[in-house]
T-cell receptor, first 115, second 114 residues
Framework: NAGVTQTPKFQVLKTGQSMTLQCAQD?????MSWYRQDPGMGLRLIHY???????DQGEVPNGYNVSRSTTEDFPLRLLSAAPSQTSVYFC??????????????FGEGSRLTVL | QQQVKQSPQSLIVQKGGISIINCAYE??????FPWYQQFPGKGPALLIA?????SEKKEGRFTISFNKSAKQFSLHIMDSQPGDSATYFC?????????????FGIGTKLQVIP
């Protein structure tokens, strides 16, 4: 059971480059989200989706785009990378039944460095 | 605005000791209060969670104490072990109309020394 799979695990970009972080889950979860983790800042929500075709902004959405064409996949696009986007990115998913338990299932993260 | 305030940011405990991490929240509408554990190079994983109508929940060596009137909750790790060394995040969840908002604390890096 793979759970939540993120690729790549590591990426180095130059300022201004674009890239996509991939996230796939095999648990048929309706809810998917992207967080960034920075020292002293905890986990901050970037974008989330409550189902295929439905996305919305989180706490720190600027500079990022998302789409949700299937239940399984929720890619995060960096349009024009900036050094401030250097971070570790986590994708998470949950089902409506998990809402009652508060359980989010996280991937192992993608560490992005923008030079 | 930080809706969930977590302290301390780092904690060193001797093996066998008690680790205590505290969190405070502002929004009384939160529905659920989970704690996540994160090992280096891994994603966070749910450790234990509590509803606001319960004052304490215990699972093995891990206990959540919840004080609704003070809007505070804490994680106690009894008989702390080196394998407990990880970063711990408290969180608060708001479920509303099919939308779930999870607000995390800034995290506490726990080191348990032998």
């Amino acid at each position: 059971n793979a759970g939540v799979t993120q690729t790549p695990k590591f990426q180095v970009l130059k300022t201004g480059q674009s890239m996509t972080l991939q996230c796939a889950q095999d648990m048929n979860h309706e809810y998917m989200s992207w967080y960034r983790q920075d020292p002293g800042m905890g986990l901050r929500l970037i974008h989330y989706s409550v189902g295929a075709g439905i996305t919305d902004q989180g706490e720190v959405p600027n500079g990022y785009n998302v789409s949700r064409s299937t239940t399984e996949d929720f890619p995060l696009r960096l349009l024009s990378a900036a050094p401030s986007q250097t971070s570790v990115y986590f994708c998470a998913s949950s089902s409506w039944t998990d809402f009652d338990t508060g359980e989010l299932f996280f991937g192992e993260g993608s560490r992005l460095t923008v030079l | 605005q930080q809706q969930v305030k977590q302290s301390p940011q780092s904690l060193i405990v001797q093996k066998g000791g008690i680790s205590i991490i505290n969190c405070a929240y502002e929004n009384t509408a939160f529905d659920y209060f989970p704690w996540y554990q994160q090992f280096p190079g891994k994603g966070p994983a749910l450790l234990i969670a509590i509803r606001p109508d319960v004052s304490e929940k215990k699972e093995g060596r891990f206990t959540i104490s919840f004080n609704k009137s003070a809007k505070q909750f804490s994680l106690h790790i009894m008989d702390s072990q080196p394998g407990d060394s990880a970063t711990y995040f408290c969180a608060a969840i708001l479920n509303s109309g099919g939308y779930q908002k999870v607000t995390f604390g800034i995290g506490t890096k726990l080191q348990v020394i032998p």
